[in-house]
């Protein structure tokens, strides 16, 4: 009597061809979207590695990489963001989980310096606490996606000094807190604050991230930028930056971030009499940028 034929998918024996198959075929998990998510996983690893063929010593060089990006990680360093990031996925999960009504203001990433305390101010404050830096007005209006002002929005802001560093970055070196801050628009829903203008700057680059990012020739500079999460009772928060259109990495920032939309418009001001006004050192810059908030679950 011949042994009857299984096939490899009955016996859940592994070959080169059905591997994905195989190990997707061992998962008895109830819950559909792990599954789901789990399966896809497993095949898109699977494929990549049919298309990529590694060498074993390949393979370990990249379980190493992954071994070193774990390992340099505290409570204040996340190496795996930052892959996630210069590997263009924080970015893409932020589309897909932004997907706004047109006329919405863009997101992009919040990064790793957001700290959640940051000093309540008044408009006007300035929040550069050491007085070094380019001066600059930063203002403009809240508003929904109907053109109507929001009132009581909050401003949670934050940016480097004008040496491209966030004050954790420097503690002891710049005052806690130094340029950030949360403002709240007025009744027309304006806002406006003092700061320096901000600086390009590296993502922390002296881990595996950094390396990978050396073997592949690219720098690991985002352009000067403000970031912002703005917020309203009744409104999705969004997370965002403007960024400085002058900035010589502009087009490459390591992480994706920038959006056309996002470049805000600056300017230099040569005027003692309006600086005056405003509090602001002769000459100084303006920006002005305004946020367009939306409902929770408007989609476009
Ligand atoms: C930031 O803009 O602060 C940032 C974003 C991603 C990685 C590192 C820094
Ligand atoms: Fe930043």
Redesign the pocket.
């Known amino acids: 009597m011949t042994a009857p034929a299984f096939t490899p998918e009955d016996t859940g024996y592994f070959t080169e061809e059905n591997s994905a198959d195989v190990v997707i075929g061992r998962m008895k998990t109830d819950d559909a979207r792990f599954r789901e998510v789990m399966s896809a996983v497993i095949r898109h690893l699977h494929a990549l590695v049919k298309e990529v063929e590694p060498t074993q010593a390949e393979w370990m060089a990249a379980i190493e990489f992954l071994t070193r990006t774990g390992q340099i990680c505290t409570d204040w360093r996340q190496e795996y ?2 892959l996630s ?1 210069t590997l263009g996925v ?1 970015m893409l999960v932020d589309a897909i989980n932004n997907r706004k009504p047109s006329g919405a203001t863009e997101t992009t ?5 957001y700290v959640s305390d940051a000093p309540r101010y008044d408009n006007g404050a300035d929040i550069c606490l050491d007085g070094k830096g380019a001066p600059l007005l930063v203002r403009g209006r809240v508003t929904d996606t109907g053109g109507r002002p929001v009132a009581g929005a909050l401003l949670d802001v934050w940016q480097t000094n004008e040496d491209g560093f ?1 004050d954790v970055q420097q503690k002891g070196v710049q005052p806690d807190m130094n340029l950030r801050g949360v403002f709240r628009t007025d009744a027309e829903g304006r806002y406006w604050f003092r700061s320096v203008k901000p600086r390009f700057y590296p ?2 680059s002296d881990g595996p991230v950094g390396q990978l990012l050396d073997r592949m020739a690219r720098h690991p500079y ?1 352009p000067a ?1 403000i ?1 912002f999460i703005v917020g309203a009772e009744g409104y999705e928060p969004i997370t965002t ?1 403007i960024f400085s259109p002058d900035c010589p990495y502009l087009h490459s920032d390591t ?1 994706f ?1 920038v959006k056309e939309s996002l470049i805000a418009d600056y300017r230099q001001v040569d005027d003692p009499e309006q600086a005056a006004r405003l509090g602001l050192p002769n000459p100084f810059w303006t920006v002005e940028s305004d946020f367009v908030l939306a409902r929770p679950g408007a989609v476009g």
């Open positions: 963001i930052l990031d924080s990433v919040l990064g790793p310096f966030y993502i922390p985002r930028h970031h930056h992480v971030g």
